[in-house]
């Protein structure tokens, strides 16, 4: 079991910048991908981006590319999203969201947080 919990959202300006925060416990070694999904109202939920565990490579949906960041840190327990450059179509709530090895989906899922752009 895995278990995520994000924080850090608010309302910011648009062009201004956040970071969301995850943390990820329990059996974080059966994780091969964390990602960053987000959902606007009325829309599907969508790919963010995603961080390896293997490798802390990182890829991102061409949306948001050259505007945000994932890292983990140290201990390997947080990752973040640092969202710069927000626009008022980034506002979503936002959700982090862990793959086991050998799955072909998202596994685990946090209750997500917030984020708001004022144009």
């Known amino acids: 079991q895995v278990l995520l919990a994000e924080s850090g959202g608010g309302l910011v300006q648009a062009g201004g910048s956040l970071r969301l925060s995850c943390l990820v416990s329990g059996h974080i070694s059966t994780i091969s991908m964390l990602g960053w999904f987000r959902q606007a109202p009325g829309k599907e939920r969508e790919f963010v981006g995603r961080i390896s565990t293997s490798d802390d490579s990182t890829d991102f949906d061409s949306s948001v590319k050259g505007r945000f960041i994932i890292s983990r840190d140290n201990a390997k327990n947080w990752i973040y999203l640092q969202m710069n450059r927000l626009k008022p179509e980034d506002t979503a709530i936002y959700y982090c969201?862990?793959?086991?090895?050998?799955?072909?989906?998202?596994?685990?899922w946090g209750q997500g947080t917030q984020v708001t752009v004022s144009s």
């Open positions: 969201a862990g793959k086991m090895f050998g799955s072909t989906t998202y596994d685990y």
